[in-house]
């Protein structure tokens, strides 16, 4: 079986002495932490300790499915600034016909916010209407 042309012009020495380095210092870094790091087993050392303040109950906390809300409302958008951003740097190029696109799209980016806000999305608090449902 005949080797394809690209293959024969590639010499595959760099990628063995890179990955032989990699391995190397991934293993020389392992090694030094596991020789130098410290051994001792306090109780003190073994609890959680964030910011400051010594943990109380259990790290198994229920969130409010609103979080999740907010996050996918973040990622969504969060994006339109990408969006606009590209349109910002090739705005002279695209000329009046980007200009109108982008005028669209951030329209239908305000009319879901304004729906999302309509449904109360975005609500957080107790509302009328939420404490009238709960009755």
Same mark, same amino acid.
């Given at each position: 079986?005949?080797?394809? $042309?690209?293959?024969?012009?590639?010499?595959?020495?760099? /990628?063995?002495?890179?990955? $032989?380095?990699?391995? *190397?210092?991934?293993?020389?870094?392992?090694?030094?932490?596991?020789?130098?790091?410290?051994?001792?087993?306090?109780?003190?050392?073994?609890?959680?300790?964030?910011?400051?303040?010594? $943990?109380?109950?259990?790290?198994?906390?229920? /969130? $409010?499915?609103? /979080?999740? @809300?907010?996050?996918? #409302? *973040?990622?969504? *958008?969060?994006?339109?600034?990408? #969006?606009?951003?590209?349109?910002?740097?090739?705005?002279?190029?695209?000329?009046?016909?980007?200009?109108?696109?982008? @005028?669209? *799209?951030?329209?239908?980016?305000?009319?879901? @916010?304004?729906?999302?806000?309509?449904?109360?999305?975005?609500?957080?608090?107790?509302?009328?209407?939420?404490?009238?449902?709960?009755?």
């Amino acid at each position: 079986m005949q080797q394809p $042309s690209w293959l024969a012009d590639m010499s595959l020495w760099p /990628f063995a002495v890179y990955l $032989s380095l990699v391995g *190397f210092i991934t293993a020389a870094m392992l090694v030094l932490s596991w020789v130098l790091g410290q051994r001792h087993h306090d109780r003190s050392t073994d609890s959680p300790y964030e910011s400051g303040i010594v $943990s109380e109950g259990s790290a198994r906390v229920r /969130f $409010s499915a609103k /979080f999740y @809300l907010v996050a996918m #409302f *973040f990622v969504i *958008f969060d994006l339109e600034a990408v #969006f606009l951003y590209a349109w910002a740097v090739a705005a002279r190029e695209v000329g009046w016909t980007g200009y109108w696109e982008v @005028l669209i *799209f951030v329209g239908i980016l305000a009319a879901t @916010l304004a729906y999302l806000w309509r449904v109360g999305a975005l609500d957080w608090g107790w509302t009328r209407q939420t404490a009238i449902k709960s009755r």
